[in-house]
């Protein structure tokens, strides 16, 4: 028969620590309460539960991936109202592993019941799935076991991850329109770039047409999209592995980081998005207990910015040295010069550049592979000599621009002084986790209002840049169709 430790308190309030015999968890759940006792903890002996799970050792349904956000806030919500109920945890664990499907997440749980049958402890036991359960997670729960306040812990965690997967909804959500608009504009380019632009070529070949630069350039537009399309995709790829690659070293990681927080447009976002979302998890888990160097450690490691890392960790130190939060947070914003950030500025303002040369020396070559024809001959020279020259003069406008623009604000600090100021009155006051709430709601609402007010901007100007390139498309091939017609109609 299984043998269960348990912890209670007898009538009077003092702790009881012992052992019973019983055929399951219910059954000695009983007998303890028939004893007198009220019981606050339950588990199988350690040597005995260790056993019993290898011996019934549950099969794992095979599972792709990792747990989706959305069912861990589900779940934490659905195990915050059992133990709110009064149900022991190991039984509330195993109702909801039933209800789960199959993933992830339902064997995280199976592990989790087998390691609770085993004596550990939630904390623990949850600790064992990182990637379910990650160090947040746990250490709130070790937080709320500590405390007694279990299922107090597990509705703020539930109201934490329902606050960031609402936020991260709303920005997707906000993307969806933009991108379909992009990938369909790019369809009825690319469609007329290889099927219909081509056929116009073929006819103002067999006329020898003098062509005028616009069409010249279309033409090779279409030279180097019909030609060199498998570069078109295979670019951004390699960019992506590249970029992928830099950032799993230290110093590219923290380059990269630099850069993307300090983007124009979408950088300011970005940052937004991270500090709401620090704030956030830094006043989550000083609500909860944890002390104050876990928390901010905790909250370095859940930033997923190596900027905000750096940041977190002059905070760690400083606070072991005997000082304040806000001081250090401050001091230490400015994100300063970094060689592998400037060169991915560099190679923003590059990459228009690039994109013009490769497409004129596509022109260069297609022409004078066609330079029999007369009409060509005199184009031939145009866009041989043209095209290069204002593509190497974009190239160095954007790099020489986009190195100046880091260079200003690589100086301007990543928390503002109203993050600072408010943490530093928190410290003042003891309320420091009601004023990171309320950063954290300040900037949600920015996030909010910049998503849709880029959403806004966005659109229009994707339909008048699609309007500008269908625009320049029809001038440029109807262009070379009237001067035809109209040499036609004189030679008649």
Known sequence: MPMYQFEAMDRTGQEIRDVIDAPSEEEAQNTIRQMGYFVTKLSLKKGVAAKAVVGQKRKRPFAMGGAKTKHICTFTRQLSILQDAGLPILRSLKILENNSKPGKLKNALMDVCDEIETGSTLSESMSKCPKVFNRLYVNMVKAGEAGGALETILQRLAEFLERSESLKRKVKGAMIYPVAVVFVATAILAGIMFFIVPTFKKMFDEFELKLPAPTQLLMAMSDYVVNYFWLM???????????????????????????????????????????????????????????????????????????????????????????????????????????????????????????????????????????????????????????????????????????????????????????????????????????????????????????EGLTKLIEPLLIVFLGVAVGFIVISLFMPLISLITSLSGAK
């Open 233 to 451: 995709i295979l670019l951004p790829v390699c960019v992506w592995l590249v970029g992928k690659i830099v950032r799993k070293f230290k110093h590219g990681r923290m380059g990269f980081d630099m850069f993307i927080i300090k983007v124009p447009i979408f950088g300011g976002l970005v940052e937004k998005n991270i500090l709401a979302r620090t704030t956030r998890t830094l006043g989550t888990l000083v609500t909860s207990g944890v002390p104050i160097l876990e928390a901010i450690n905790i909250t370095r490691e859940t930033s997923g910015n190596a900027m905000f890392e750096r940041i977190f960790s002059k905070v760690n130190d400083a606070i072991r040295e005997g000082d304040v939060i806000a001081k250090p947070m401050k001091e230490n914003s400015i994100p300063g010069f970094h060689p592998l950030a400037l060169f991915y500025w560099a190679w923003m303002g590059a990459f228009p550049g690039i994109m013009v040369l490769s497409v004129a020396l596509t022109a260069g070559r297609g022409i004078s592979s066609q330079a029999g024809s007369k009409g060509l001959k005199k184009g031939a020279k145009a866009a041989g000599n043209s095209l290069p020259e204002v593509g190497l003069g974009i190239l160095i406008a954007g790099v020489v621009a986009c190195c100046l623009m880091y260079l200003m604000k690589m100086k301007s600090r990543v928390i503002d002084d109203l993050v600072v100021n408010m943490v530093d009155v928190g410290e003042e006051t003891g309320e420091l986790d009601t004023m990171l709430y309320k950063i954290a709601d300040n900037y949600d609402e920015e996030v909010s209002v910049m998503t």
